[in-house]
């Protein structure tokens, strides 16, 4: 025997058990018959083993008995309770917990039908009008002898439910908050007198486990009832297989058979019992679907008994004979009948049996699992599988469950949605969907947030040619009266929308590009806001409920109503009409635009308790129209990646998004969770796997698995928009790619999915930034979610907002220095900073001028001109002016000659652009923009006069003789340019096609600014002070004509004019002044027709620069004389001709068959050796001028082709 130095000794336990090693004494020796303890201080040394670190203090309960927990205090109130307990029975109904205050308050845990039933109120009264009482319910099956682990929390009002670590977050009705319990708690059931708010309960009979109340260990305090749960423990048997069945011997030939056994199972359908009676006599059958079945059979009398209820007794009226057979099948038939003598057609059995009883004497399972009594086959002992699939319930949306033995399906009838688990919506989410499909206006239902948790509603839906509005109406549509209210206790005015809650509203208008909701406010001596800073009288709610102080016609941000914006309220120092306080009626009213402020849910109406003060509100529907969510976009251009907060999902997951990429791999979406085992977390992933392949792979706790679209046709990187979209459940999950087949895969038969995700949703690429994808992202929904890629896009880490579209080679070109304004789908012109209107910015907006009109645009005030000079003065030159700038020529949309029939004045230095989305008036720093069609009969006359608040001026004109004339004075030098020598007075509209442009290059040393300029004139000269003389002497009588296309830098007076809605707002009204008779005209000149056939293709084509070339003078004549000759010397050729090839020849007849020539339809003729006289080349032109357009049809093939010099030569 070999020695061996002990230095320590450790100790397990059984798992899950009570078995486990407390104190033990060590003994050695040499000798395996003698053995010495180890001595400590004299005696016996002791030492300690395993420790419970989680005591576990168990209460038994027989049915006859509870437990009383008396406060320390006598009452309990609290603002937050946790209850927690585990518990184990094999009785369905029980009472678990109770406690209850005289407030009406109380809470109470209970089994009904094995399920866990929550009731609790925080109190009510007869003052507040919603009742507190709150029932919630969890699980099934809980009966099963297992332990269930129940846990409550609560703060406030809000409080979960956890069900064996499947929590449920629940809001409590009522308006209190605090739990007021009185004397004490019930545990197990009632002691004493019943309770109030507790009907007759059956007590508790089973196990309780670890009662805790309020950090407060109850089972504790009562000391263990009994070490362990003394219920005796069953021996089920589990049938689960496709032909399972238990065959038991019985006494044959008796004449009365009793069999009696418990059952539990899911199915409609089974079969329960089989015996074949002897003699011949028959069989007996028994198949039924719930409870606990006795059934006894004698002659000529049958009874059978459920649940211990004789509840049906059956009589026959002829004799009935029974001799017992010598076998009982429970459970199913073996395979094949013919040997068992066990003929059924009814399925097999699947659930769960025990306590199986033949001709009154229990049957050994025992002996019958070690095959020493009877058979069986694919059944398993000791056990019961049965599970509830229902609990917690998967069907999403009130969807109803059903289940079997190994499945559950969900009925979706009435709830607006669909699919395996009642998550796909069944109603598009818009009205501009419903448009996009056909529809016609009418009340339709929609679902904003797709498979969220909002339900649909039923909206009208004003289907219109180029946009559908959806309109939601309420129960505020007619005028409220408002008396006896005061900030202290306003009015409430809740303003209940039809058919939908206001969460519901408010995912209708965030998923909207435009919204608008008209609110109008009366009073009588009663205030409205009173004061800009204070706080208002009346104010209304919105999103969120958020307090909104602006009223209709104003904007956020600013505590005013419509009247305070252009300064028309009754009162000038007040910002709103009601502000007045007038014992008279006053108005204001306006639409609210702010789309993330509504839809208003209420108004607060506060000052109308004084004598004789009234208010009367109204609130028109909600109207909203567009869709903000399908075109949020995203462009990745590097390996870049956007994090986003974890995924929230309970049982099911779905994704949607469009992608548009020319690479040919990366990752569009991942996100991960923490580990559910060693080495294994759970993952969802969305990728491009090659150029042919999309893959959506996913590990929700059975390892990896993953599903493929291929495509053979086409690759997926073509740079065009596809849309993908993936779905997850207990179910199945599936994948599908644009209008292929979806790829299914069938999930494992399991009641729970890992859809925990801790670490964040990356976008653009997998964690870490690998596999990083490159391309375009949009519409990204997420369990009805919809990610504001947008909003996270940072030009810095390689994103950028929106994609690439159509504003990068657009079909039509905005004309004229439109702006293209890229709508992914399409595209719009910005025509606000020109002079034109139109798609294109290309129709001509101008006026009449009758004799004596004139048209004055104060561009700035006085004040504003003294600022603006006092900056000029204090900051440093602007850099990037370019002197000698002529420009045009490189402002997108700008096309040389195609402004029409207009001038276009060069400004010098180059000028400072406009603020994007500025709509006043922007003046350059050191240069000006004019630009101006014109046609007339009369001379002399001003067509435009620029003034200022200095000597300078600037001024176009038309002398005595017609001709064109630039008069400006910049410091104290004037400058005279003229700009046609021939006259222009003709009638006809002139186009700067005619005209070349003039340029003109300035000294550093000569002033190059037109200091503070104060109105533009139209027609005439009105400006009071000193005007150049030479310019007096034009002004009179005026001009009489057309005018079209004006600009002044950003200014357009024609378009402001004739364009703004009416009634122009206070300031424009204020800024645009006209004199006589002023009517609109496009001045003659036709709108630039956007042609289908290109310029090459095009026989009438001419270039929109050609030169000039006068009808006039010694040029004509000789012209003319030229042309005569070649036509007179090309007869002469003509007629040579016909006498050399007839001179010596006569016609004569013959029967020669004639020659055949080989005839080949798709031959061409032969090209002519030589083509037209060279024209001279015309002058190049830009290339935003070329219209691409299709190849000509049929009709123009037989038109002369006009071959043209290539524009680089």
């Not at 997951?653 to 580990?675: C, H, I, K, Q, W």
Request: charged fraction near 20%; include cysteine; hydrophobic fraction near 35%.
């Amino acid at each position: 025997m070999k020695k061996h130095r002990i230095r320590a000794v450790a100790t397990q336990g059984s798992f899950n058990s009570w078995d486990w090693v407390t104190h033990y004494m060590l003994l050695y020796g040499d000798r395996v018959d003698s053995w010495t303890p180890f001595y400590q201080r004299g005696h016996n040394a002791t030492f300690f083993g395993n420790v419970n670190e989680s005591a576990s203090d168990v209460l038994y309960f027989d049915g006859d008995d509870a437990i009383s927990y008396r406060f320390p205090r006598g009452v309990s109130r609290s603002l937050w309770d946790v209850f927690a307990f585990s518990f184990k029975t094999e009785e369905k109904d029980g009472l678990l917990l109770h406690a209850e205050g005289a407030q009406g308050d109380y809470v109470t845990l209970e089994l009904q039908g094995a399920h866990l039933l929550l009731h609790m109120s925080l109190g009510s009264s007869p003052i507040q009008p919603r009742p507190g009482h709150t029932t919630v319910s969890a699980g099934g099956v809980l009966n099963d002898q297992h332990w269930h682990y129940v846990r409550v929390d609560r703060f406030g009002r809000e409080a979960n439910l956890t069900l064996d670590g499947y929590e449920q977050r629940f809001v409590l009705n009522g308006d209190f908050e605090r739990l007021n319990l009185d004397t004490e708690m019930f545990i197990g059931g009632l002691v004493g007198a019943a309770q109030k708010n507790l009907a007759y309960r059956h007590n508790f009979r089973g196990c309780m486990e670890n009662v805790i109340f309020n950090r407060v260990n109850i089972a504790d305090l009562a000391g263990k009832v009994a070490f362990r749960c003394l219920d005796p423990v069953p021996h089920p048997v589990n049938f689960g297989g496709p032909h399972n069945f238990v065959q038991v011997p019985g006494f044959p030939r008796r004449g009365r058979l009793a069999v009696s056994f418990r059952f539990r199972t899911w199915d409609l359908t089974g079969l329960l019992l089989f015996s074949r009676l002897g003699d011949g006599l028959g069989h007996v059958e028994l198949m039924l679907s719930e409870g606990q079945v006795n059934f006894v059979a004698q002659e000529n009398h049958a009874v059978i008994s459920i649940d211990d209820v004789e509840g049906a007794e059956v009589r026959v009226s002829y004799p009935l004979l029974i001799r017992t057979g010598t076998s009982y099948f429970f459970g199913g038939c073996p395979k094949p009948a013919s040997r068992s003598g066990c003929h059924s057609n009814q399925t097999a059995f699947h659930g769960c049996m025990e306590l199986l009883k033949v001709d009154g004497q229990l049957v050994n399972l025992t002996l019958v699992e070690g095959r020493r009594l009877g058979y069986y086959a694919e059944v398993l002992f000791d056990t019961c599988g049965i599970t509830d699939r229902c609990s917690p319930n998967m069907c999403e949306h009130d969807g109803r469950c059903y289940q079997s033995w190994d499945d559950f399906i969900c009925y979706c009838e009435l709830t607006g949605y669909k699919g395996e688990t009642c998550h796909q919506p069944l109603y598009k989410e818009s009205c501009e969907a419903y448009r996009l499909s056909g529809k016609t206006s009418g009340n339709f239902t929609i679902d904003p947030d797709g498979s969220g948790p909002l339900k649909p509603f039923v909206v009208y839906c004003d289907i219109r040619e180029n946009r559908a509005w959806t309109v939601v109406r309420h129960d505020r549509l007619w005028t409220t009266r408002v008396t006896g209210s005061s900030m202290e206790r306003p009015f409430l005015g809740a303003v209940q929308y039809w058919n939908a809650s206001w969460e519901e509203v408010s995912a209708l208008a965030n998923a909207s590009q435009h919204c608008e909701q008209w609110i109008e406010f009366s009073c009588y001596n009663s205030r409205l806001l009173n004061t800009a800073g204070g706080y208002p009288y009346s104010f209304w709610i919105g999103r969120n409920e958020e307090q909104h102080f602006y009223w209709g016609g104003s904007q956020p941000g600013i505590q005013r109503c419509a009247c305070g914006l252009d300064r028309s309220c009754v009162d000038p120092a007040l910002h709103c009409n009601c502000d007045a306080d007038q014992p008279q009626w006053r108005t204001d009213k306006g639409l609210l635009t702010f789309v993330d402020h509504l839809p208003v849910t209420q108004v607060v109406v506060g000052d109308t308790n004084r004598s004789s003060s009234e208010a009367q509100f109204f609130l028109r529907p909600l109207r909203c129209y567009g869709d903000r969510n399908s075109w949020n976009t995203i462009a990745f251009h590097t390996g870049a990646a956007l994090r986003f907060p974890p995924i929230q999902a309970n049982h099911s997951l779905d994704v949607s998004f469009y992608f548009r990429t020319s690479a040919p791999s990366g990752v569009f979406l991942e996100n991960t969770g923490g580990p559910y085992c060693q080495w294994r977390r759970p993952y969802v992933r969305v990728e491009l796997n090659t150029s042919r392949d999309v893959v959506f792979a996913f590990d929700v706790g059975n390892g990896d698995e993953n599903l493929t679209v291929h495509s053979d046709d086409f690759e997926f990187n073509d740079d065009e928009w596809h849309l993908v979209r993936a779905e997850i459940n207990v179910k199945q999950a599936r994948l599908r790619v644009d209008h292929r087949p979806w790829v299914l895969r069938p999930m494992p038969l399991q009641t729970y999915l890992w859809l925990e995700y801790d670490q964040p949703l990356y976008v653009g690429s997998a964690e870490l930034k690998r596999r990083p994808f490159v391309g375009c992202l949009r519409a990204m929904r997420l369990n009805g979610v919809t990610l504001n890629l947008e909003g996270r896009a940072n030009a810095s880490e390689g994103t950028s907002p929106n994609c690439t579209g159509h504003c990068a080679h657009p079909r039509f070109p905005c004309f004229h220095g439109g702006r293209c304004v890229e709508r992914y789908s399409y595209y719009t012109c910005d025509c606000d900073l020109t002079a034109f209107d139109g798609p294109y910015c290309n129709h001509d907006i101008g006026g009449f001028f009758e004799p004596g009109t004139w048209m004055r645009y104060n561009l700035q005030s006085a004040l504003r001109s003294a600022a603006r000079e006092f900056s000029h003065m204090l900051s440093r030159p602007v850099p990037g002016y370019e002197p000698g700038y002529i420009p045009g020529y490189d402002t997108p949309g700008y096309v040389p000659g195609y402004h029409g029939p207009g001038y276009r004045l060069p400004d010098y230095p180059r000028p400072g652009r406009p603020v994007p989305g500025y709509r006043g008036p922007v003046y350059n720093v050191t240069g000006e923009e004019v630009s101006f069609s014109f046609s007339t009969h009369s001379a002399p006359a001003v067509l435009l006069y620029v003034s200022s608040f200095v000597r300078d001026y600037m001024a176009v004109l038309i002398k005595e003789d017609g001709t064109l004339q630039l008069r400006y004075q910049l410091g104290t030098s004037p400058y005279v340019y003229q700009l046609t020598t021939r006259p222009v007075t003709d009638g006809q509209p002139h186009s700067v096609d005619y005209f070349p442009l003039t340029e003109q290059k300035f000294s550093l040393l000569v002033d190059s600014q037109l200091d503070s300029p104060k109105a533009l004139y139209l027609g005439r000269v009105m400006e009071t002070g000193v005007i150049d003389p030479e310019i007096q002497r034009y002004n009179t009588p005026g001009f009489s004509g057309c005018l079209s296309g004006v600009r002044f830098n950003n200014v357009a007076p024609l378009k402001s004019h004739f364009r703004t809605p009416r009634p122009m707002t206070s300031e424009l009204a204020e800024a645009l002044r006209v004199q006589g008779e002023l009517s609109e005209s496009n001045c003659g000149a036709m709108p630039r027709l956007v042609s289908e056939v290109p310029p090459e293709l095009d026989p009438w084509y001419l270039p929109p620069d050609f030169p000039y070339y006068h009808d006039d003078g010694w040029v004509a004549i000789l012209l003319g004389f030229l042309v005569a000759f070649l036509l007179l010397g090309l007869v002469g050729m003509l007629v040579l001709f016909y006498l050399q090839n007839h001179r010596y020849k006569g016609s004569y007849h013959t029967n020669e068959p004639k020659a055949t020539h080989d005839y080949h339809p798709g031959s061409k003729p032969p090209l002519p050796t030589s083509g037209p006289a060279q024209a001279p080349a015309p002058a190049p032109t830009p290339a935003s001028t070329q219209v691409p357009a299709p190849a000509p049809g049929p009709r123009d093939q037989n038109l002369p082709q006009i071959l043209e010099e290539s524009r680089s030569e």
